[in-house]
C-alpha cells in the first residue's frame, strides 16, 4: 500500500483521496470506455463523456447515449450492465428510470450512466448543466464505432 503525500495544490481534487475514488480515476475511465463503446455497439448515437472531477467529488465522469426506442433503451442498459460485471467485476449501485425509459439512469458509483430519448436528451441539456466539465474524446478512450 502507498502512502500518498498531501497536495500543496489548491484544488482538491489534483490527488483525489482513495476513499473518493477507490479505483482512482483511471478506473472510472475504463468503465465509462467500457459503457460507451457498449452503447456504440447496440446502435446508440451522439456517445458523450464528460470528465466531471474538478466539479464533484462523488463523480469522476458521466457518460450520455442517445437512444431511438424503449426496447432500444433497455437493450443498451441490460447490455452495459452484463459488459461492467463481465469485463470488470463491476455492479451497479442504482438504477433510475428503467421502467419509464426516457432517461434510464446507471449509477456505478463514480461513473454514472445516462441514457436518454432525443427529446428528454434535448430537454435536460446535461452538456450544458456540466459545462465546466470537460469532454472526453472517445478515440482517446479507445471507443470507436463498429
Known sequence: MT?????NSADPMATPSR????????GSRKLASTAAQVALDNKSTD???IDVCGQSSEFDLFVLATGQ???????ISDQIEAALKK???ETRLGVEGYDESRWIVLDYGNVVVHLFDEETREYYDLESLWADGTTIELADLGVSAS
Open 19 to 26: 476513499s473518493v475514488r477507490p479505483h482512482g480515476v483511471e
Open 69 to 75: 426506442s424503449r426496447r432500444q433503451l433497455h437493450a
Open 3 to 7: 502512502n500518498q503525500q498531501p497536495s
Open 87 to 89: 469485463e470488470l467485476g
Open 47 to 49: 456517445v458523450t463523456v
